[in-house]
């Protein structure tokens, strides 16, 4: 079968389109036959060799995917994968495979674990996000961002959303943002805390820590969260500003889910797909020869959705 292949870690172009043996499924474990497989910014941190957590060289990249479960031919989508979902067949602990509705595609598909899960887990399991609340999700047009806006406004929370590009805000915007900002403005934090008439933010969904964070702790509402998703760097804050607001910082990494945060998030997914509420928007679907401009792509921006691999 075919999958790509990471023998050094590096620029996008160490990754490369092999001939490997199929894989076999152990104990516990399930063979779905790829037919779409997400990207995310995880993926690049890894191939590039600078996440906290690195693979054993060589490797398959890739946690999201979905496909056709091969034992049963199911249509599934995959939220982690043992061997790597950027390859024609891959193998997933049964507990990583779930039931994909036909109302979507395997596009959608593959757009559905790392962005939905984080999505999940950061407003409704660390900020404990409620109806009513304010929400401000920066990168809106992204996979997470998509994703959170469509689960935040599913479940009754205002949404003020920035994205980079005009064609991002209005992708926002048509999830059901109610305020969108560009986030290249300086002024737009200000911006987004006058349109709460001063209150600030309950909750703060942080994509790019490294350069918001600071700025965030000033829009917070009295006893607001904000929950750090994504970073690349350092970045200084003032500590009064976390305190004027009686705030937290909350930091959200995916791999630190329990089982059954793990599991409710997937349900409540399941929910919102049947229901209609949660609907995954695909940018771009690359074959997959293409992941290192994928991987480009990316990181380079600005997103507007999701980027997918079909094998």
Do not use: W
Not at 154 to 174: D, K, M, N
Not at 194 to 205: M, Y
């Amino acid at each position: 079968m075919r999958a790509i292949r990471v023998h050094e870690f590096g620029a996008p172009d160490v990754m490369r389109l092999e001939d490997v043996p199929p894989p076999t499924a152990g104990a516990g474990q399930v063979l779905v036959r790829i037919e779409a497989a997400g990207v995310n910014p995880v993926e690049t941190y890894v191939r590039a060799g600078i996440y906290s957590e690195l693979p054993a060289l060589p490797y398959t990249p890739g946690a999201d995917g979905a496909g056709v479960r091969a034992d049963t031919n199911q249509r599934v989508y995959v939220a982690g994968s043992v061997s790597g979902t950027y390859a024609e067949v891959a193998v997933c602990r049964a507990d990583q495979v779930h039931a994909l509705p036909a109302e979507l595609t395997y596009a959608q598909g593959a757009a559905l674990g790392t962005p939905y899960v984080a999505a999940y887990r950061a407003l409704f399991q660390r900020a404990q996000a409620s109806p009513g609340q304010r929400a401000l999700i920066h990168g809106a047009s992204g996979g997470v961002g998509l994703a959170a806006v469509q689960l935040a406004v599913a479940a009754g929370i205002h949404v003020t959303a920035t994205a980079g590009s005009a064609a991002g805000r209005l992708l926002a915007a048509a999830q059901g943002a109610e305020i969108v900002l560009d986030h290249h403005d300086a002024a737009h934090l200000t911006a987004a805390v006058a349109h709460t008439s001063g209150r600030g933010f309950d909750v703060i969904l942080e994509i790019l820590a490294s350069t918001n964070l600071g700025q965030d702790l000033r829009a917070l509402a009295a006893r607001g969260t904000v929950v750090v998703v994504g970073s690349r760097g350092l970045v200084e804050v003032d500590p009064r500003d976390l305190m004027n607001a009686d705030g937290a910082i909350l930091g959200m990494r995916l791999p630190n889910a329990t089982g059954d945060e793990l599991a409710a998030a997937h349900r409540a997914i399941g929910r919102g797909l049947r229901d209609g509420t949660l609907r995954p928007v695909i940018e771009a679907e690359l074959p997959l020869a293409d992941a290192p401009q994928a991987h480009r792509a990316l990181m380079d921006g600005p997103a507007l959705g999701k980027l997918v691999l079909r094998p």
